[in-house]
């Protein structure tokens, strides 16, 4: 029976119930985490024969023979140009490769535009006093730590099944001071969500008021598949030169959920009015980046059909993980009517809307009981979760034992936060 068709005395009983299997789980000092978007050990393995893929002069060449030990090549390797422009969707052209890190050239790229007009004629973001910026949420916390940082308001778009509300976006962007949106298209951080045909031919003829507006296009996961039917999404680049809006999206990618976060190798892609402002700032920031990475990244993939196979490996790593976290929410919480979901088709996160103004407590009760979880509110711009029910699990990290039994407190706490709640009404 759910929750809310049981009488006081019935939510007192269970109430009672569920503070003796509370007491029970505590007892047992776990220490779990599902907090972390990490590739768990037994992914890391899988990379490993890289690190010895480099033994001699020769291997230190690229095809056009540059020695990768050297100093130089700015934009990055062109066999690695090449891989990247393919999970990107792009010509190797548009593409520079940087360091181990996308988030960091995202920020970068802000901190840029910060400084220097991408388009002649505006100012630079920096002057523009009231300067916004459109937050996709739930979202991924870093996207909007970068925003903060650099004192944006952040305006809240709400997330649909097929992606972000574009009739609320068509509308702000009407705004001069509203200078870009985060966006990650597909299998989205949190909710594993990609975005439709139509959301990306909608994004591609936006007509915002600010000629320098940009789409923060992060494609973390777009190979990041979990089953045999994977979600296609549009290639924004295509939508948007058809648009006659070639200059509004930027997109990254990164091998971190590839190889080794921290790692791996980076790149973003744009056009060339766009790469014009942004490798001009890079001239001054770095010689170029690690090209001997590159090089081992690329030997050891072959090409993108290789990064594609290897990807292979990782699904049918995480995909019982994933089945695991699905299955004991069916089993335990959607009976109760409890929380809702979206099962995920690729990605490092499952999204559970927990009952309102209780996702506090379930990741407090969870802490106390030895399972960490990503803070409640984190998916939300300010850290402000309205309805106080969104939770970010990751199942990545841990091992399917320590999986079972960290959903296993997980569900306890959903429950006894419920009955807390409903009590006190
Ligand atoms: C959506 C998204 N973008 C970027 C990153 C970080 O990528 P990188 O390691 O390339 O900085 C993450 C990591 O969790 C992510 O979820």
């Not at 540059?66 to 792009?90: F, H, Q, T, W």
């Not at 080794?260 to 490798?279: D, H, L």
């Not at 979880?373 to 034992?401: E, F, V």
């Amino acid at each position: 029976m759910q929750y809310k068709d049981m009488n006081k005395v019935q939510w007192i009983i269970e109430h009672h119930k569920l503070i003796k299997e509370y007491k029970e789980i505590q007892r047992m000092d776990l220490s779990l985490n599902m907090a972390r978007g990490v590739p768990g050990k037994d992914q890391l393995t899988l990379s490993l024969p890289m690190l010895d893929i480099i033994h001699s002069d020769s291997d230190c060449r690229t095809i056009d023979g540059s020695d990768c030990r050297n100093y130089g090549v700015l934009d990055g390797i062109p066999e690695c140009k090449r891989i990247m422009a393919d999970m990107i969707g792009v010509n190797p052209t548009m593409v520079m490769v940087g360091g181990n890190s996308s988030l960091n050239m995202m920020f970068d790229t802000i901190s840029c535009f910060m400084n220097k007009p991408v388009v002649e004629g505006c100012p630079a973001w920096n002057e523009v006093k009231d300067r916004k910026f459109l937050c996709p949420a739930p979202g991924y916390d870093r996207h909007f730590g970068i925003t903060e940082y650099f004192d944006f308001e952040m305006i809240p778009i709400q997330m649909n099944d097929d992606g972000p509300d574009m009739d609320a976006i068509e509308e702000y962007v009407k705004d001069p001071t509203v200078k870009g949106i985060w966006c990650v298209p597909k299998y989205s951080n949190p909710q594993g969500i990609t975005y439709s045909d139509e959301v990306v031919r909608r994004f591609a003829r936006l007509k915002p008021a600010a000629k320098d507006f940009r789409i923060m296009w992060d494609n973390a996961y777009c190979i990041h598949h979990l089953t045999d039917h994977p979600d296609e999404l549009l290639n924004i680049f295509e939508e948007c030169e058809k648009a006659g809006n070639s200059d509004l999206p930027i997109a990254f990618c990164s091998t971190s959920k590839i190889t080794f976060p921290g790692s791996g190798v980076a790149a973003m892609a744009a056009s060339p009015n766009n790469m014009k402002v942004i490798k001009h700032k890079y001239r001054f920031q770095t010689i170029g980046y690690d090209k001997i990475n590159m090089l081992r990244h690329v030997r050891f993939f072959g090409d993108f059909e290789g990064m594609k196979a290897h990807m292979e490996k990782h699904r049918e790593i995480l995909a019982p993980r994933f089945e695991l976290v699905c299955n004991k929410l069916e089993e335990k919480l959607v009976p109760l009517g409890l929380v809702s979901y979206r099962k995920p088709n690729g990605g490092y996160f499952v999204c559970v809307d927990v009952m309102d103004g209780t996702a506090k407590r379930v990741v407090a009760l969870c802490k106390q009981a030895g399972v960490v979880l990503t803070d409640a509110g984190a998916t939300y711009p300010y850290k402000n979760d309205p309805r106080d029910s969104n939770i970010r699990i990751a199942p990545t990290a841990p091992t399917m034992k320590n999986l079972r039994k960290a959903l296993d407190v997980f569900c306890i706490c959903a429950r006894l936060a419920a009955i807390e709640r409903l009590l006190s009404e």
